[in-house]
């Protein structure tokens, strides 16, 4: 017996590192997506994943759910993905998502999606020990989140349109090593930091309400406001701002890097007559355009 599941890669759309301090983000699912396939055998564990750059996530969600639900049978995990993890769409939350959904409908066991999250997140700091889960929620919820840490709160946002281009830096960021430097950084300064979380806080919050009314003026300018904050907090690089300025400059509403910063890719918000001025001036500051659209559809079975 054997069953498909699939789950979304994710780009962070505000508050990335706040969100590490207990501070709230707004997360999107995008297009992207890992499909699993799990089969029960007889006996043996086997996974074919050569995407997945780190297999102990698929390792540690099996172990996790077997243990928990005292299985015994044998299993082979199969994943396909349509997205590069160099992209940092967040393909080890989503395989981890997909994984444990295929698993919960192989055992049928009917667990809800914040029971999975749970596990997800658990299993997510086994294996990388930092970080706060507002991955493993783009995977298992999709569409578009307010979160704060370990899903304190995770609140769907109502809303049916996100007009963004979203820019590839060309580097492949490491976001575990990214926020441990910012750790000790900020061990050493945490009132000044702590005072532009707390400023990050506030675009958050203002960005979940414009989100909703489509003020896309206002949004853009927070998104700038936001990439200068990460500037201030020294985790953007050269590349990043200069796609971002370039994408502003062609008359994007705004533009920041998305993520953990040292790599990855850039977002810009844009009015659909643009998109292809946007495009090209990101490519002409030396970024990729990844086409993928934002507030995809969370976890789900293919088969
Ligand atoms: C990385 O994409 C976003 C961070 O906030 C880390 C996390 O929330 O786990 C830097």
């Not at 960021?173 to 009132?191: C, F, G, M, S, Y």
Request: proline share 2%; with cysteine; glycine share 8%.
């Amino acid at each position: 017996m054997r069953v498909i599941a699939s789950a979304p890669g994710k780009l962070m759309l505000f508050g990335e590192h706040a969100v590490v301090y207990g501070f709230p983000c707004i997360v999107t699912a995008v297009s992207s997506r890992i499909t699993v396939e799990v089969e029960k055998v007889d006996s043996g564990f086997k996974i074919e994943a050569p995407q997945v750059k780190d297999v102990r996530f698929i390792e540690e969600s099996v172990r996790f759910f077997k243990e928990k639900f005292d299985i015994k049978t044998g299993l082979n995990i199969k994943t396909k993905s349509e997205f590069s993890s160099q992209y940092g769409f967040g393909s080890s939350s989503a395989v981890t998502a997909a994984v444990l959904y295929g698993l919960n409908k192989l055992f049928s066991l009917n667990l809800t999606k914040r029971e999975l999250f749970n596990f997800g997140y658990e299993i997510n700091l086994r294996v990388q020990k930092v970080g706060s889960g507002f991955d493993i929620a783009a995977a298992i919820f999709g569409k578009t989140v307010y979160f704060v840490r370990a899903g304190k709160i995770i609140l769907p946002l109502k809303i049916n349109e996100l007009p963004l281009v979203i820019g590839y830096s060309g580097i492949k960021a490491d976001t575990p090593k990214i926020v441990q430097a910012l750790k000790l950084k900020i061990e050493k300064n945490k009132r000044n930091f702590f005072s532009i979380f707390e400023e990050i806080k506030n675009i958050v919050e203002e960005a979940k309400v414009n989100l909703i009314k489509k003020n896309w003026t206002k949004i853009g300018q927070l998104m700038t406001k936001n990439h200068q904050l990460l500037q201030d907090l020294g985790v953007s690089t050269k590349k990043l701002d200069q796609m971002c300025q370039a994408a502003t400059e062609a008359g994007a509403y705004g533009a920041k890097l998305s993520g953990a910063g040292g790599g990855d890719c850039m977002i810009a918000l844009v009015d659909e007559k643009i998109r292809e001025r946007v495009e090209k001036a990101i490519e002409k500051a030396g970024g990729q355009v990844i086409k993928v659209l934002p507030h995809a559809l969370g976890v789900r079975i293919e088969k």
